[in-house]
Each structure stands twice: as C-alpha cells, then as structure tokens.
C-alpha cells in the first residue's frame, strides 16, 4: 500500500467540520490527542537506540506537525471499507500516513521509563503478565514499548489495537481507548521527555492498567462520511 500525501487526500475526502460527521469511520486520517498531557500521537523515521530498534513513536505539543497523522484501517489481514464506522470493541490498524508503518507493540522495554517504577509497581505488573502470558518466560520490567512497524501498511499481528469507548460506535467527541489485542496493555503516555535528536517529545508506551494517562481523542484531520450501513442501522432503530 503506498503512502498517499496528505494534499490528495483533500480531493478525495471530506475535510473535518461537517456537522453530520459524528462518527469516525476506516479511512479517515486524523490526530490522536492525549487528554491527560494534551500531546498528539507521533511518529517519524527515527529508530529507538534500544530494545526493538524499531521506527519511535512519541507525543508532541505541536498541533501542525504532519507527522502526528494516522489512516484508521482493519485490522490485520483484513480490509475496512471506506466510511465504515468504527464500533466501540473493534480491533484496528493505525498506519502512520508519512511512513507507511503501523502502531505496534510487543515485550520489549520502554525505553525512558524502564527502570523508574517502583518496586511494588513491577511486581504488579509482572503478575499481570504472568497471569496473561504463563507459557513466556521473558518479563519485562517495565510498561512495553510501542513502535511503528511494518513497510507501507503491511506489518504483523502485533499492529491490532481494539478500541475502547461506551456506546456503540467510536464518535469524534469522545474519549477513545486503544487496547493492544495481543499483550492487552492500553496505548498511554508516560510524561516522560527525550533528549536530543526529539527533545521535548513524550514517551508513548503501553501501561497494564487503565488510568488517565491512556484517554484519547480523535482532532485535526480528514474524516470519510459514514456509509450508508450506519444510516440504515439509525432508521432501523426509528421504527
């Protein structure tokens, strides 16, 4: 799948602002602020220098930096169609449009917050592991990283993240979670800064227990109008 830039999309796609566009829908490209430290979902080519070696993923503060936008999409080995609502519990891909990589994790470290956790907080989180993945023997000490993996669109399973929200659709006004399908932690932000070369930028990482850090909200971007199953389903729901 190649990566299409984001001025073509303009001719193809609605842009944000039309009233009827409650719902996010497959194929639209947006930006995922993170309500607790109010940074935007990120990524660029630059490898971590640890653990997976993989592309980074970090939060910005930046509101006009293109590299925070990512195309919603089925998930692996499957195709969502264009302007398909996103159901509340449906697992997804996010690919982030500059490169073409997809929203991953695995069991390698995090890289800034790895050996910062209390002790209490490392056993805790190794007896959820335990109690998740018994047959593994590898722990990591901390939350597990998050990357971006894959080559134009195309990665593993590892790239499958379900969406948490009440209701039955996924809406752009609300507070989103996304839960790695595979490891189960939830997609949060740790408050921790990196240096030089993405001074400033936060660590994204996954954390095994909900709390503040992992709310999400869909905001600047180019949204597809529903398909006309969502409006059956809301007349059905008239009569």
């Not at 830039?5 to 993170?34: D, E, F, M, Q, R």
């Not at 220098?49 to 990512?70: L, R």
């Not at 050996?115 to 939350?143: A, D, G, M, V």
């Not at 503040?212 to 389903?233: C, D, H, R, T, V």
Request: net charge neutral; with cysteine.
């Amino acid at each position: 799948m190649a990566v299409v830039p984001l001025l073509l999309l303009g001719g193809l796609w609605n842009a944000v602002g039309a009233s009827s566009l409650a719902v996010v829908t497959c194929g639209s490209v947006v930006k995922l602020l993170n309500t607790r430290h109010n940074v935007r979902l990120h990524s660029h080519d630059v490898r971590y220098g640890s653990g997976s070696g993989q592309q980074s993923v970090t939060g910005v503060t930046s509101v006009d930096d293109s590299n925070s936008y990512w195309r919603i999409r089925g998930k692996t080995a499957t195709v969502c169609e264009r302007g398909t609502p996103i159901k509340c519990g449906q697992p997804i891909r996010l690919t982030h449009v500059n490169t073409g990589r997809n929203l991953h994790s695995h069991h390698f470290t995090s890289p800034l917050s790895g050996n910062q956790l209390p002790t209490t907080h490392l056993l805790c989180c190794q007896l959820i592991f335990q109690s998740r993945f018994p047959y593994t023997s590898t722990f990591s000490q901390n939350w597990p990283e998050v990357s971006a993996f894959g080559e134009e669109g195309e990665g593993d399973y590892l790239d499958d993240w379900t969406v948490l929200c009440n209701g039955p659709y996924w809406v752009r006004d609300g507070e989103v979670q996304f839960k790695h399908s595979s490891t189960e932690v939830l997609l949060s932000v740790t408050g921790e800064q990196y240096g030089r070369p993405i001074s400033g930028q936060k660590e994204v990482h996954g954390m095994a227990q909900p709390s503040q850090n992992n709310y999400w909200k869909a905001m600047e971007g180019i949204f597809m109008k529903p398909s006309e199953l969502l409006k059956a389903e809301a007349h059905h729901a008239e009569l």
